[in-house]
């Protein structure tokens, strides 16, 4: 009997990206693996393997058609850790085929780095390095004009999914009353996190420390703009972490320079950035190159839970790591693969 074939297509991620050598090795007695990482699989490689294929890694389209031609497909695991829109969610509802991700591996360190990043534009540690190195620096409470304690300070979360849950649970020591916007989670469960539920008005307005960690959806791009920027405190904070098209991009800039609000972000409306882009020259941002997920355990980590996950699903067994996909909210996301290495 011929071994279940494993399509690996996991661009933007590489496997020696995301697997020491042992979980690979997991991976290999799983099935024959089939690996195209130099370039997307092509339409005839996949089109070949597909009648024996019991796993997918990676972010290969499938329509119903696709899908038709593989009686076998057991799941397919994400490993670029957003759902796209080139796959039928319903069809592998109705078929039983797995659809999920292990995306929840970046939580923890976009959370760290973004409780960082919040204390940096608080304190002023990245403005008052810049002024001591031109020899302008201030000592003492002077030293400290614009800026505030982290602590007991309101603080506001757009999107309550991993990643902000995440958050909430670094900033408990500080004391922080935390609202929070999210349209698609009751209000029990924000509850359950010491949290209030807001509307995104409430969150603008009494927030001294804005995250965002929503997902890109039909409804919500660029849904915060000059307007919602207008309505937060003076001196208060903004922290982009999701989703550049989340927001009027100009408008974060100008809400910055103009010295209303302090802004953090570690994404942008095209990356690589461009080496004249005006972002650049902006006063009032804290800038990142997109690397708040990107550290090696967490990469490590998304190939594991994967790994996991399929053995579990190889055994008829559903997974426990990894994040469903849902085809009532699939269908709305509209992300685009990340090229992060």
């Known amino acids: 009997m011929s071994r279940s074939i494993i399509l690996v297509d996991p661009l933007p991620r590489t496997l020696e990206l995301i ?93 760290e780095a973004s409780l960082a990043m919040a204390l940096d534009l608080a304190r002023g540690i990245t403005a008052v390095d810049r002024d001591f190195r031109r020899g302008t620096e201030r000592y003492g409470l002077e030293g400290n004009a614009n800026t505030f304690r982290f602590a007991g300070a309101p603080v506001g979360i757009i999107g309550f999914g991993d990643l902000g ?41 009494e927030s001294q420390v804005v995250f965002v960690f929503a997902s890109v959806t039909l409804q919500n791009q660029g849904f915060i703009g000059k307007n919602e920027f207008a309505m937060m405190k003076p001196g208060a904070t903004f922290l982009l972490m999701s989703r550049a098209a989340l927001v009027d991009f100009p408008a974060m800039i100008e809400a910055a320079e103009s010295g209303h609000i302090k802004v953090a972000t570690d994404v942008f409306p095209e990356e690589p950035v461009a080496a004249d882009d005006p972002v650049r020259r902006a006063s009032g941002i804290l800038l990142s190159a997109h690397r708040t997920v990107g550290t090696r355990d967490a990469f ?7 790994v996991a996950d399929a053995e579990l699903i190889m055994k008829g067994l559903p997974p426990q790591l990894c994040r469903r996909a849902d085809p009532a909210t699939a269908r709305l996301l509209r992300s685009k693969p990340v090229t992060v290495s």
Not at 300 to 306: I, V
């Open 19 to 111: 697997m020491e050598p042992s979980v690979r090795a997991r991976l290999e007695a799983l099935g024959e693996v089939i690996v195209s990482e130099d370039r997307p699989m092509s339409a005839d490689e996949v089109e070949r393997y597909l009648p024996n294929t019991a796993l997918i890694f990676g972010q290969t389209d499938m329509p119903r058609e696709r899908l038709n031609k593989a009686p076998m497909l057991k799941a397919i695991i994400n490993v670029e850790s957003n759902f796209l829109p080139n796959i039928d969610y319903q069809a592998c509802v109705e078929r039983g085929i797995w659809v999920i991700t292990p995306a929840s591996a970046f939580a923890s360190p976009v959370a």
């Open 300 to 306: 490590y980590a998304l190939g594991s839970m994967a």
């Open 165 to 205: 849950r995440e958050l909430r649970e670094l900033i408990r020591p500080f004391k922080n009353k935390v609202r929070v916007f999210d349209p698609w989670l009751p209000n029990e469960i924000v509850k359950r996190q010491d949290c209030q539920p807001s509307t995104l008005e409430e969150v603008l307005r």
